[in-house]
């Protein structure tokens, strides 16, 4: 009787083994056929793993950009659908959502690893996150992958010392380790320093890196079947290749039109329903005047820490990133009673750790008081063409010859 059960079971596992090798090979061509829609989509990071990253990493016909509300926020320039019809000869794969910081980022290319290795990327810097104490808990469990974060940690590349930095971090958000008992374990054996967690980490790294395997498994399949199970109304539009020259300067006067639609062309340049909020008083959307000491909470942030954590992981991979600054909204908070004094620790702290790395940074700091180009936390489509004019440049090689223009 033991013999035809046994049997059966091993052609059950099979049967189930060659139907999950058919849907990966299947996901894999339907990713492979509708890339480039897939690539401009901006999945949330939150449910998926690496696959589309390291695809786009692999073509040279694609920069990176990545960044948080700002593309996904509707916008005629974003800098995605600007570049969608690849009129210099690339197309932009966005990755951010609302409530992304730099240790989100920090998880992923580390994750990403030597995937990274001299290749180009952008990261947009929004000022706000350094004005917080750190990443609100409900807004880094949002954005939180599993995926990602375990491949961090598993990583037999990212050094020691740079991984338990991470973890110590990671340590302190529990919530968001709840869930997996892996990533868990993962997490204790490299926050703490006791020998018995240093005696540990090679038998919990072993045993994370078998259920790693299977996540990475499974991650082609879950992204196709996020694109197919998708509205075919909400895909994103990927027009055909139309190379053509840009007028720079045209398209930032054209964006007048656009921003008085957005903005309504109040004074500060905010879109009309936060500046509604902020007229309102609503909670979340103003800054009291008694409690705006901007340099005290931009010094005493951790996202310097998160930000020193996510450099120090480009650096020693080789990748090539480009920072962009949305420009602190200098009109708005001289209203508030502060002054540029309390906003310089921001330009100070991201020139000094960038030029620590030797990375380039763009801040537009000298277009803080124009609300044309940027509202409380995002580009104005003027400012995305200034954005989109910087990308470009780095895209080609020609950043150097740009900044004496901006």
């Known amino acids: 009787m033991k013999l035809p059960s046994l049997a059966a079971a091993g052609s059950a596992v099979i049967l189930i083994a060659a139907s999950l090798l058919g849907l990966w090979a299947y996901s894999q061509h339907g990713i492979d056929q509708h890339f480039d829609q897939i690539a401009a989509a901006n999945y949330k990071t939150s449910r998926l793993g690496l696959v589309t990253d390291e695809r786009v990493l692999n073509r040279p016909d694609y920069l990176p950009v990545y ?4 593309l996904v926020y509707e916008a005629r320039n974003r800098i995605d659908r600007f570049f969608a019809a690849k009129p210099t000869g690339f197309r932009v794969a966005p990755s951010g959502d609302r409530g992304y910081g730099t240790l989100l980022l920090a998880q992923r290319f580390a994750a990403l690893g030597e995937k990274l290795r001299g290749k180009r990327i952008l990261i947009i810097l929004t000022p706000e996150w350094f004005f917080r104490p750190e990443i609100p808990a409900d807004s ?16 037999n590349t990212l050094d020691l010392e740079t991984k338990c930095r991470l973890a110590r971090r990671m340590a302190e958000y529990p919530g968001t380790l709840a869930k997996n008992a892996f990533l868990d374990q993962l997490v204790r054996a490299y926050s703490s320093n006791t020998p018995e967690s240093a005696a540990l980490r090679p038998v919990v790294t072993g045993l994370a890196a078998q259920f790693e395997a299977a996540q990475r498994f499974l ?8 694109y197919a199970e ?9 027009p055909p290749a139309q190379v053509r020259s840009i007028d720079w300067d045209a398209a930032a006067a054209s964006a007048r039109e656009e921003y008085v639609k957005l903005t309504g062309d109040n004074p500060y340049g905010f879109r009309l329903a936060v500046w509604k909020k902020i007229q309102s008083g609503r909670k979340g959307y103003f800054y009291r005047l008694d409690d705006l000491h901007l340099e005290h909470r931009i010094n005493t942030s951790k996202e310097w820490e998160d930000f020193d954590l996510m450099l ?11 920072f962009v600054s949305i420009p602190i909204n200098g009109r708005y908070f001289r209203a508030l009673g502060t002054s540029p004094d309390g906003w310089n620790a921001y330009y100070a702290g991201i020139h000094r750790l960038t030029r ?18 940027c509202g409380l936390a995002d580009p104005n489509p003027k400012g995305w063409i200034y954005i989109n004019r910087v990308a470009d440049a780095f895209y080609h090689g020609t950043l150097s010859h740009l900044k004496n223009q901006l």
């Not at 880094?140 to 990583?155: R, T, V």
């Open 67 to 70: 960044g948080s509300c700002e």
């Open 140 to 155: 880094y469990a949002g954005n939180f992958s599993q995926e990602l974060a375990m491949a961090a940690l598993d990583s």
């Open 219 to 226: 991650d082609p399949i879950f992204t196709w079947l996020g």
């Open 230 to 238: 998708a509205n075919p109304r909400n895909r994103p539009y990927v």
């Open 312 to 322: 120090a992981i480009l650096h020693q991979y080789g990748a090539k990133p480009l």
């Open 356 to 373: 620590q790395y030797r990375f380039p940074l763009v801040d537009f700091r000298d277009h803080g008081d124009d609300p044309e180009f």
